[in-house]
């Protein structure tokens, strides 16, 4: 209850930091598009899903949402259970991560996004404070 902290003492450790990063425009433009149906994702994204685990990914799944398909192969094709499988497979296909548009950018469809990236080689640490 609120009352409770009347007069308490409250203290904040930060153990955090932040990292400028470069996430190279080649590895951005094979990942996976969180705002998407499977059939606008980029041709890497497309190729490696048909290639490894949907034949018919611009047939019977090109309508198919990004949460679709991954609670699909989480279900279907990971041997390590939850994202941290579907991770894994994905980084194996290919598909060095999902983008999407942040908060603000999501309702317009257009503007800045945001990165999980599937491995951290691929960036390159400019900064950090």
Excluded: C
């Excluded at 930060?14 to 980029?42: F, R």
């Amino acid at each position: 209850r609120i009352e409770s902290l009347n007069g308490a003492k409250v203290e904040s450790k930060q153990n955090g930091a932040l990292y400028t990063v470069d996430l190279p425009d080649d590895q951005i433009a094979k990942m996976l598009d969180w705002d998407a149906p499977l059939s606008e994702q980029p041709e890497a994204v497309r190729k490696a899903l048909k290639d490894n685990w949907l034949a018919d990914a611009d047939g019977v799944h090109a309508t198919q949402t990004v949460p679709q398909l991954l609670k699909a192969l989480e279900s279907q094709f990971s041997d390590i259970p939850g994202q941290r499988g579907v991770s894994e497979m994905l980084r194996k296909a290919g598909i060095p991560g999902i983008k999407y548009f942040d908060g603000v950018s999501r309702t317009a469809g257009q503007g800045t996004r945001n990165y999980v990236v599937f491995d951290d080689k691929l960036l390159k640490i400019l900064s950090k404070e």
